[in-house]
């Protein structure tokens, strides 16, 4: 059977002994614990039939009474943020030739699709100024411990397979400034080659990456290098002189020396509008998130991961890759190029196995960035900046909040909250509609703040801060 029913007997006896709970009502809590249940007796009124008209109201009241989650003002943000989408996005892609997760696979009835997803890799690879981007990637911590692996592979390629070389000890090595969810991913996907992953700590006093430390680190094994720009708590990497210390040994020419590549990646590229991009400080691979672009929060996912890299190295991509050519009649056409996934080639021969990808998502970051024209990015990007140092310096001056590192920061900081712990700070925050940030430590929260933040939020989040704080200081 595909479904195994149980008796009440059995879910009580069993399943609510098992997860330790005493009816449904506070399994449901668990998980959501801001929704209210229908119970039987709610329905009991309820005709068995009912009109559209009258469904729509029926569920319309039970609908007011739920939480709103416009009324929130959040700052919360730790890889996923609060942007604003224009109702152009949503309009544009609720036409049918959009609206479907199907890969196009049949060029001639898909020329639509293909057009947005190639006009997709090409506004990102200005945006992040890298040579290659492909059609999109799952999400960003996937595409990060895609690009791991596609590093190892570059990297490995004069030493031939790693079986021929099994007492060499590759490492790939990391920032502690990298999302902890991207880290956890690339662990899952590295356990079982063998490869040992070493940390790169962070400057206690300023969050940036340990240049210091990378370099005792950077020994003959190490592969690649990933490093978070900007990092998982907001402070702006300094990737001009990690660069230099990345590429050291790319002049040497033996069989035997592996040249460290150098991995960038993002779980905010708006901050490109502002800072540089990864390409600028010669970023061999970069890998994101792409959700910020015209994508909803939508409670985690699905979300869109970004994948770049430089030309030479457009073979070892993975994922697919939109290409321009030109059809029978001399007319531009588009199709995928250099597809290199287990379903095509020899298993052994490909670079990835990921079966689809998250191509509405991109079409909807392609519409989006569309709209957003070039002095748009910018405008937001440098908003997002703005706001968030607004907010911080407001906070400092209560005397209630400290800063935890002192390294520049773009639109993420984060805050060590005097005489009270994180949770219960964010807990009496939620009460007032505000979601006031991420915890990152028993009195530390990480706080990101967006052009969908205005003056307004910012000077109530500062006002309903010092009302829970003050009568503990």
């Known amino acids: 059977m595909r479904y195994i029913p149980n008796s009440e007997n059995n879910i009580k006896k069993k399943i609510y002994k098992f997860l330790k709970i005493k009816n449904k009502d506070e399994l449901f809590r668990r998980i959501a614990r801001d929704i209210l249940l229908l ?12 009109d559209e008209s009258s469904i729509y109201r029926y569920f319309s009241k039970i609908n007011d009474i739920l939480p709103n989650v416009n009324n929130f003002s959040i700052f919360a943000g730790a890889g996923i943020y609060n942007h604003f989408v224009p109702a152009a996005v ?69 030493l031939g397979t790693l079986l021929s070389t099994p007492k060499r000890a590759l490492k790939v090595l990391i920032s502690d400034g990298v999302n902890p969810a991207y880290i956890s991913v690339m662990k899952t996907y590295l356990q079982d080659l063998g490869i040992a992953i070493e940390t790169v700590k962070l400057d206690k006093k300023t969050g940036l990456s340990d240049l210091n430390n990378l370099s005792l680190k950077l020994d003959e094994g190490v592969f690649s290098y990933v490093v978070q720009q900007p990092n998982f708590y907001g402070i702006i990497e300094d990737l001009a002189e990690t660069e230099k210390i990345v590429h050291k040994n790319k002049n040497k020419t033996e069989n035997t020396a592996i040249n460290p590549l150098f991995i960038v990646c993002s779980s905010e590229p708006f901050s490109f509008g ?28 699905p979300l869109l991961g970004l994948f770049a890299a430089k030309k030479e190295f457009i073979r070892q991509m993975p994922g697919r890759i939109v290409g321009k050519t030109k059809d029978a ?35 909807r970051a392609a519409v989006y960035l569309s709209l957003c024209s070039k002095s748009g990015f910018k405008d937001i990007s440098l908003l997002n900046l703005k706001l968030a140092h ?9 005397g209630l909040f400290k800063l935890i590192y002192t390294g520049d920061f773009y639109n993420e900081f984060a805050m060590k909250i005097k005489n009270m712990e994180a949770a219960p700070f964010l ?18 929260i990480l706080i990101a703040v967006t052009e969908r933040n205005s003056i307004y939020d ?4 500062v006002e309903n801060a010092v009302s829970i704080l003050k009568p503990f200081k």
């Open 329 to 363: 009649k001399n007319n531009d056409a588009y199709v995928f190029i250099l597809s290199t996934r287990e379903q095509h080639i020899r298993r052994q021969e490909a670079t990835s196995n990921i079966c689809t990808n998250s191509s509405l998502n991109a079409v």
């Open 458 to 461: 910012i000077d109530r989040y």
């Open 39 to 50: 119970k039987p007796e709610d329905l009991s009124s309820v005709p068995d039939k009912m």
């Open 274 to 301: 502002t800072i540089n991009p990864p390409g600028y400080y010669n970023a061999d691979i970069f890998a994101g998130e792409g959700n910020s672009f015209g994508n909803y929060m939508n409670y985690g996912g």
């Open 427 to 444: 807990d009496k925050m939620a009460d007032k509609n505000i979601l006031g940030g991420t915890i990152v430590g028993s009195n530390e």
């Open 390 to 398: 607004l907010l911080c310096g407001k906070l400092q001056e209560t």
């Open 90 to 158: 949503d309009s544009i892609l609720s036409r049918s030739e959009f609206y479907t997760p199907y890969t196009p696979y049949q060029p001639e009835a898909s020329q639509g699709t293909l057009t947005a997803l190639f006009e997709f890799q090409s506004m990102l690879a200005e945006i992040l100024s890298m040579d290659a981007v492909n059609a999109s990637m799952y999400d960003g911590a996937e595409s990060l411990a895609e690009a791991v692996l596609m590093s190892l592979r570059i990297a490995s390629a004069p």
